[in-house]
């Protein structure tokens, strides 16, 4: 479920791990296509990046972090069997300015582009 967050004042938090959490805009589960592989985590939107956190599950663990003042576009896909057969309209696309694709299923995909592009706006 995509939820705006909140972060709680909390003593026992590191205050610039605060200070950045306060610039998160949005959060949901995700699925990222990586090949063939699909990985499992969570999307995350800030003020100037979106980050993508995989679980500890998954056999590729690599964080994705993509400056917003580098994506050149995203639109609506399709979410890929394999990398190719397309199963489900329910994907986003965000594209860059070094050539790279990432495609991102998400619940509410619409809202996820609109609230990408509304914070590139402001930059």
Request: charged residues 25%; proline residues 4%.
């Given at each position: ?80 069997l394999f990398g190719f057969i ?18 991102f299923t998400v619940f509410r ?15």
């Amino acid at each position: 479920m995509n939820v705006i967050r909140t972060v709680a004042k909390n003593k026992n938090v590191n205050p610039k791990c605060e200070n950045y959490m306060k610039n998160m805009i949005y959060e949901g589960a995700a699925n990222l296509q990586k090949n063939i592989e699909t990985v499992g985590g969570k999307l995350k939107l800030y003020s100037d990046k979106l980050v993508f956190e995989p679980h500890a599950i998954n056999v590729q663990r690599e964080p994705v972090s993509i400056l917003l003042s580098s994506v050149l576009e995203i639109h609506l896909g399709w979410t890929k069997l394999f990398g190719f057969i397309p199963i489900l309209p329910n994907s986003m696309i965000v594209l860059t300015t070094d050539n790279k694709s990432y495609r991102f299923t998400v619940f509410r995909r619409k809202e996820w582009a609109d609230k990408i592009k509304s914070e590139i706006e402001k930059l």
